[in-house]
């Protein structure tokens, strides 16, 4: 039982260049989450999905792109990188039934030069 | 969307003292939650409050929700160097989805 997993857990982009995270659940959660980290700014939602076939923007959803591909994954896309998306990205999941505490995974450092 | 406010952003105690965070909004809040993130690492789930003036225990952890359920509070008794992290409170949305909005944390260091 991984829990919640991500890759890569580190990635260099150049500006303009674009790329997937990959998120993965095993815990036959329903819902999924995508949130950034910045110093001093706590976590941010970028996008979720309250259950496979949908999803729904968050607090700063500008730049990206998710897609729910099946009950288990959760995918972010960068279509074209910008330095002001330099953070630590966060795949977290959750279910109702169980009080909605999220299971995080353990993060993509993504650095955009 | 809700906004949660949480203080001080950083705190240096020496180990054995006393540690506590502050969370507050200026709306009814309907549940809060509580992570701890240590470095380098991701946030943990600690605990849930519901009610209106609860008070829940994890050995030297103490959290309260406030009466009008709009500000909560997180106590470390006696910290050791183990309490050190991120302590960040999270507001819960009525949505099905049960969105988190964070508060910005408070960063705990313990000087032995």
């Known amino acids: 039982n991984a829990g919640v997993t991500q890759t890569p857990k580190f990635q260099v982009l150049k500006t303009g260049q674009s790329m997937t995270l990959q998120c993965a659940q095993d815990m036959n959660h329903n819902s999924m989450y995508w949130y950034r980290q910045d110093p001093g700014m706590g976590l941010r939602l970028i996008y979720y999905s309250a259950s496979e076939g949908t999803t729904d923007k968050g607090e700063v959803p500008n730049g990206y792109n998710v897609s729910r591909l099946n009950k288990r994954e959760f995918s972010l896309r960068l279509e074209s990188a910008a330095p002001s998306q330099t953070s630590v990205y966060f795949c977290?999941?959750?279910?109702?039934?169980?009080?909605?505490?999220?299971?995080f995974g353990p993060g993509t450092r993504l650095t955009v030069t | 969307g809700q906004q949660v406010m949480q203080i001080p952003q950083y705190q240096h105690v020496q180990e054995g003292e006393d540690f506590t965070t502050y969370c507050n909004s200026s709306?009814?809040?309907?549940?809060i939650q509580w992570y701890k993130q240590r470095p380098g690492g991701h946030p943990v789930f600690l605990i849930q409050?519901?009610?209106?003036?609860e008070v829940k225990k994890q050995k030297r952890l103490t959290f309260q929700f406030g009466e009008a359920k709009k500000n909560s509070s997180l106590h470390i008794t006696a910290t050791q160097t183990t309490d050190v992290g991120t302590y960040f409170c999270a507001a819960i949305s009525s949505g099905s989805a049960r969105q988190l909005t964070f508060g910005s944390g408070t960063q705990l260091t313990v000087l032995p």
């Open positions: 409050l519901v009610k209106s003036g």
């Open positions: 977290a999941s959750s279910n109702y039934g169980t009080g909605y505490e999220q299971y």
């Open positions: 709306t009814t809040l309907s549940n």
